[in-house]
């Protein structure tokens, strides 16, 4: 089954690192946008961070704090998260949306769109 997967999530002190993988064999990056979600409870689901080809695109909320890094040659998309907060509690998803079929240039990050493939999710806490 094709699906990215998360890992790496965890306990952390505030102002404290993490930096979750996201396996994404068969998301190649000439044809698949990968983007970092997470969901608090009781809150929506937000972006965190996207990428397409060149171009990586940050919440703001984030912006500053957390840097994807797509290592191509490994299939792996890390989330360097720094000076993490409370509120950065949430479960963590990464997701791929394929470049459409006839398309010749590959979506855009910073538009909201229907992702094709989820991961299954890892809890990031951060608490003292």
């Known amino acids: 089954q094709l699906q990215p997967v998360e890992s790496g999530g965890g306990l952390v002190q505030p102002g404290g690192p993490l930096r979750p993988p996201c396996a994404t064999s068969?998301?190649?990056?000439?044809?698949?946008?990968i983007a970092w979600f997470r969901q608090a409870p009781g809150k929506e689901r937000e972006e965190v961070s996207c990428?397409?080809?060149?171009?990586?695109h940050y919440a703001d909320f984030v912006t500053g704090r957390f840097t994807l890094s797509r290592d191509n040659a490994e299939n792996t998309v890390y989330l360097q998260m720094n000076s993490l907060k409370p509120e950065d509690t949430a479960v963590y998803y990464c997701?791929?949306?394929?470049?459409?079929?006839?398309?010749?240039?590959?979506?855009?990050?910073?538009?909201?769109?229907?992702?094709?493939?989820w991961g299954q999710g890892t809890q990031v806490t951060v608490s003292s």
């Open positions: 068969g998301f190649t990056s000439n044809y698949y946008l």
């Open positions: 990428n397409s080809g060149g171009s990586t």
């Open positions: 997701a791929a949306l394929r470049k459409p079929r006839g398309a010749t240039v590959m979506p855009m990050c910073g538009r909201e769109y229907d992702y094709d493939y």
